[in-house]
């Protein structure tokens, strides 16, 4: 669809708990620019057999569509929202502020203040409507989504099982000596 991000990777690797059909995760960005950085929490998504949906979805560009979207998000049968922005990042926010759903917030980074500006725009939420701010960039998109996995293995064994196994294959792959 036309807000659907280009070059979106197919998300047919469902595997476990497929939610009725319906997406597990929804990740929204507020422009396509985002995606590069976006791409990383999908594609570890993926990795990890996790259903999801990416949207463009601006909070300045487009308000009336955050705000069916956030406010739709529990009906829909999403469990986690991860949101990346950059500049005056709102998005998170925003989304935070319609949906009781965990929000995890990604900074992306920025040309002018390479990231700053949304990292802090997007963790500095007043007490009471909480975002879950991870890392600016590649790092942070990559833990949204592993953290997401964690919240939803809380209550799905077989993801459980997907993640232990993700993590034990990261440190298999950690050389003991740098290589020549
Ligand atoms: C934000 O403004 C987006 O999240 C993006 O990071 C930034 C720049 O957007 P574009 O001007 O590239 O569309 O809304």
Same mark, same amino acid.
């Given at each position: ?11 047919? !690797?469902? !595997? ?16 396509? /620019? ?12 993926? +990795?990890?057999?996790? /259903? ?6 601006? &909070? ?12 739709? #998000? ?14 005056? +990042? ?42 879950? !701010? ?6 942070? #998109?990559?833990? &949204?989504?592993?953290? #997401? +996995? ?20 990261? !440190? ?9």
């Amino acid at each position: 669809t036309e807000n659907t991000p280009v070059m979106a990777p197919d998300n047919d !690797t469902e !595997t476990a708990a497929d939610n009725n059909g319906q997406p597990r995760v929804g990740v929204i960005m507020g422009s396509q /620019s985002d995606w590069e950085t976006m791409l990383h929490a999908t594609g570890t998504l993926e +990795a990890l057999g996790i /259903s999801f949906e990416a949207r463009i979805v601006s &909070a300045h560009r487009t308000p009336d569509r955050l705000a069916d979207y956030a406010k739709t #998000a529990v009906e829909r049968g999403l469990s986690v929202i991860i949101a990346g922005a950059g500049g005056a +990042a709102h998005l998170p926010g925003m989304c935070a502020a319609w949906t009781r759903l965990p929000v995890l917030g990604v900074p992306v980074e920025s040309k002018t203040l390479k990231g700053m500006d949304s990292l802090l725009s997007i963790v500095q939420m007043p007490g009471g409507v909480p975002v879950g !701010t991870l890392a600016i960039g590649k790092a942070g #998109a990559i833990n &949204a989504a592993l953290l #997401a +996995a964690s919240i939803l293995a809380l209550a799905d064994i077989d993801l459980a099982a997907r993640l232990d196994t993700w993590r034990a294959l990261q !440190t298999a792959s950690v050389r003991d000596e740098p290589e020549e």
